[in-house]
């Protein structure tokens, strides 16, 4: 099975310019979560769906930030305009209701995004 | 808020031998799961091994096996016989348990990681 799939793998910008990640996750999951990792910070949860809907955007740095989800196989995360403190790894991660048990997230090999 | 604290940021260890790596936490909550995952390179997250808080008997995966201490919030990994695969970043992550099934989200706090460097 494939797993939760995510591109671009590298991302180079300049500051000002927009970016926008994807992901595709598990199929059948109906979480998703985006993540940011930073040396300074480590990994923090952004955002997270379930069943497509928005469920907690606390995360989200500011109003640059925005994710949607428009169907339960594909979500983006867009920065407008960027910033180069916004230089991180994001990760995409999914699960299913049913690993709610044993709460595991299966997480994709994440989008190294670099602002000039 | 929930938070989980590494105070290693870096361990080396010989080839086949045990390094165990600590993780404290702080909640107030009674049920919750307990995770460490690993992020090699490649830098893609896997999960190692997890914990429920309400299970006394610590969980154990082939080589690696957790020290669960409920009462003093203490969640350590130990990584016996170690590989030259293992060599990876480490996180431990606690997932709290929602009163109600609907509202389960995996939503997962991580620590702030520990290198692990094994040496041949």
């Known amino acids: 099975d494939a797993g939760v799939i995510q591109s671009p793998r590298h991302e180079v910008t300049e500051m000002g310019q927009e970016v926008t990640l994807r992901c595709k996750p598990i199929?059948?999951?109906?979480?998703l979560f985006w993540y940011r990792q930073t040396m300074m910070r480590g990994l923090e949860l952004l955002i997270y769906?379930?069943?497509?809907?928005?469920?907690?955007d606390s995360g989200m740095p500011e109003d640059r930030f925005s994710a949607k989800m428009p169907n339960a196989s594909f979500s983006t995360l867009k920065i407008q305009p960027s910033e180069p403190r916004d230089s991180a790894v994001y990760f995409c991660?999914?699960?299913?209701?049913?690993?709610?048990?044993?709460?595991?997230?299966?997480f994709g090999e994440g989008s190294r995004l670099t602002v000039l | 808020a929930q938070t989980v604290t590494q105070s290693q940021p870096e361990m080396s260890v010989q080839e086949a031998e045990t390094v165990t790596l600590s993780c404290t936490y702080d909640?107030?909550?009674?049920?919750?799961?307990l995770f460490w995952y690993k992020q090699p390179p490649s830098r893609q997250m896997i999960l190692v091994i997890r914990q429920e808080a309400y299970k006394q008997q610590n969980a154990t995966e082939n080589r690696f096996s957790v020290n669960f201490q409920k009462a003093a919030k203490s969640f350590s990994l130990k990584i016996s016989d170690s590989q030259l695969g293992d060599t990876a970043m480490y996180f431990c992550a606690f997932m709290k348990l929602p009163l109600m099934i609907k509202a389960a989200g995996n939503k997962l706090t991580f620590g702030g990681g520990t290198r692990v460097l094994v040496k041949p």
């Open positions: 199929s059948g999951h109906d979480y």
């Open positions: 991660a999914s699960s299913s209701r049913s690993n709610r048990g044993t709460g595991e997230l299966f």
């Open positions: 909640t107030s909550e009674s049920n919750y799961y």
């Open positions: 769906f379930n069943n497509n809907v928005p469920i907690d």
